[in-house]
């Protein structure tokens, strides 16, 4: 069964850095494309980063552009995120998620595999 797990969560203050990880294991996620998304209490999910199959494309919401970077391994099935100078309104449960295309979306309803969420709090 295929599986994404996220880590990597954390508290951390305001300015702060943190690096997400997210390891596919139970089958290859060979030609997917991978996004995070967020979830704070009482909103949507939305669409933090993407990255291309290749790794060659990738594109950030605007609330984080210049302060997160998506990367991925794929010898090691995992994908990563960076995020640096945290604010208070990064705080949510962060998920990646798989698409089956060799193309990231910013919509999540494009993408069939998710993990199960890792915490971030960033205290001001």
């Known amino acids: 069964q295929a599986r994404l797990v996220e880590s990597g969560g954390g508290l951390v203050q305001a300015g702060g850095s943190l690096r997400l990880s997210c390891a596919a294991s139970?089958?290859?996620?060979?030609?997917?494309?991978m996004g995070w998304f967020r979830q704070a209490p009482g909103k949507e999910r939305e669409f933090v980063a993407g990255i291309s199959w290749s790794g060659h494309n990738t594109d950030y919401a605007d609330s984080v552009k210049g302060r997160f970077t998506i990367s991925r391994d794929n010898a090691k099935n995992t994908v990563y995120l960076q995020m640096d100078s945290l604010k208070a309104e990064d705080t949510a449960g962060y998920y990646c998620?798989?698409?089956?295309?060799?193309?990231?979306?910013?919509?999540?309803?494009?993408?069939?595999?998710w993990g199960q969420g890792t915490q971030v709090t960033v205290s001001s």
């Open positions: 998620a798989a698409r089956a295309d060799s193309y990231f979306s910013r919509f999540k309803e494009d993408y069939a595999h």
């Open positions: 139970g089958r290859t996620f060979g030609g997917y494309a």
